[in-house]
């Protein structure tokens, strides 16, 4: 069975820091590039970040350039995204998502609470 | 950045047709990927490429891209339709080419 199983998210205070991670299975995880998607509550969905197959190619979205990386580990069939200097506005809850290049996997996701 | 611009809620009675929007600039040159999100679940994708579906979504969902809009069509509304609808498409010219719409709320009267 094709699967994403994200983790690593919780409550965090404004400028900590959290990774996420993005467990793959049921495909050959390194063909495909993938991506984070988050939805704050009561909102729509935003595209975050996009990692190609191999890392060549990376691309943020203008709300976390300079404050997310995204990463993979083809080996681990792992993606990740490491969150750095987290704002209120970064609440949601964030999925992960294979590119195909559109998005035909979804993980369940998992939720970020930047909070005092 | 490319924008998409959906209106916020579609109502149709069961049996109705319903048709969702999504606007851009010269969308019909892109390709748009549609996903229906109900409450509390992830994004589902019920067509890809304008207007292919995915193995398990039935024929009643097809979509459409020409000029500045696409339509996503559900056919014979059901109340399992009831959710929210987004449009996506990849903006391969910008530096953040991944693009939502603002997405619909379906409402099956």
């Known amino acids: 069975e094709v699967q994403l199983v994200e983790s690593g998210g919780g409550l965090v205070k404004p400028g900590g820091s959290l990774r996420l991670s993005c467990a793959a299975s049921g495909f050959t995880f390194s063909s495909y590039s993938m991506n984070w998607v988050r939805q704050a509550p009561g909102k729509g969905l935003e595209w975050v970040s996009s990692i190609s197959s191999s890392s060549s190619y990376i691309y943020y979205a203008d709300s976390v350039k300079g404050r997310f990386t995204i990463s993979r580990d083809n080996a681990k069939n792992s993606l990740y995204l490491q969150m750095n200097s987290l704002r209120a506005e970064d609440t949601a809850v964030y999925y992960c998502a294979r590119d195909g290049p559109f998005m035909d996997v979804w993980g369940q996701g998992t939720t970020v609470t930047v909070s005092s | 950045s490319y924008v998409l611009t959906q209106p916020p809620s579609v109502s149709v009675a069961p049996g109705q047709t319903a048709r969702i929007t999504c606007g851009g600039n010269?969308?019909?040159?892109?390709?748009v990927h549609w996903y229906q999100q109900k409450p509390g679940q992830a994004p589902v994708l019920v067509v890809y490429?304008?207007?292919d579906r995915p193995s398990g979504i039935p024929e009643r969902f097809s979509g459409s891209n020409s000029g500045n809009t696409a339509t996503l069509t559900i056919s014979r509304v059901e109340a399992g339709d009831e959710a929210d609808y987004y449009c996506?498409?990849?903006?391969?010219?910008?530096?953040?080419?991944?693009?939502f719409g603002g997405g619909t709320k379906l409402t099956v009267l």
């Open positions: 996506q498409v990849w903006d391969s010219s910008s530096d953040h080419p991944g693009v």
């Open positions: 490429d304008d207007s």
């Open positions: 010269n969308i019909g040159s892109k390709s």
